[in-house]
């Protein structure tokens, strides 16, 4: 008689330690998803404060470029603004790297600027910062790939619907030149063989 009433205690003690063993993950999980997502705007800030300075070397050099300026100007200030989702904050940061790509491309024409110390050291911080951006993007990716997994999982999705765990969104680029595959050119066009 003792083991049917005891049988019955250990198998809801034992559901009660999973489901508050679950829990705890997915608080875990929730927190580093925003962890991360914080060092990631971390850095976006690091690059919107250095665009700025970097566009006021430019203009020393090419102040007849203003549309190129204004675009910057534009999109850096979208990619600034506080409260979007990483889908939103993704797509800003796309038309800002879009219109950097513009602005680097402007300062090509003219090798007094490439040649420039304070230019130089602006674009290698600037590129350090996309390094680490990249490097953030995918530590937090890792994480909402781990939360979304678990909040899919049986029996684990029970306890997700039960407390409202929810999916996080990937940030994800969708520039074109980094997607694209690379061109390979051995300059063969127009060789004959001998």
Do not use: C
Request: proline share 4%; net charge negative.
């Amino acid at each position: 008689m003792e083991l049917l009433i005891a049988v019955p205690i250990v198998i809801v003690v034992v559901v009660l330690l999973w489901g508050v063993a679950t829990y705890n993950g997915f608080v875990r999980l929730r927190n580093l998803v925003q962890e991360a997502w914080r060092q990631i705007d971390v850095e976006l800030h690091r690059r919107h404060d250095l665009i700025p300075n970097l566009i006021e070397t430019v203009k020393g050099y090419a102040a007849h470029e203003r549309g190129v300026f204004e675009a910057v100007t534009t999109a850096r200030a979208a990619a600034a603004q506080p409260g979007s989702s990483p889908a939103q904050q993704a797509a800003q940061e796309n038309q800002l790297t879009q219109a950097l790509g513009r602005l680097f491309a402007v300062a090509e024409a003219y090798p007094d600027l490439r040649a420039s110390e304070n230019f130089a050291q602006l674009q290698a911080e600037l590129t350090n910062t996309e390094d680490r951006i990249a490097a953030g993007r995918r530590f937090y990716n890792a994480n909402v790939r781990q939360l979304n997994t678990k909040v899919e999982q049986f029996p684990a999705n029970v306890v997700a619907g039960m407390f409202s765990f929810t999916r996080a969104e990937y940030f994800e680029i969708e520039d074109a030149a980094v997607r694209a595959a690379p061109r390979v050119d051995f300059g063969t066009s127009g060789a004959t063989g001998a």
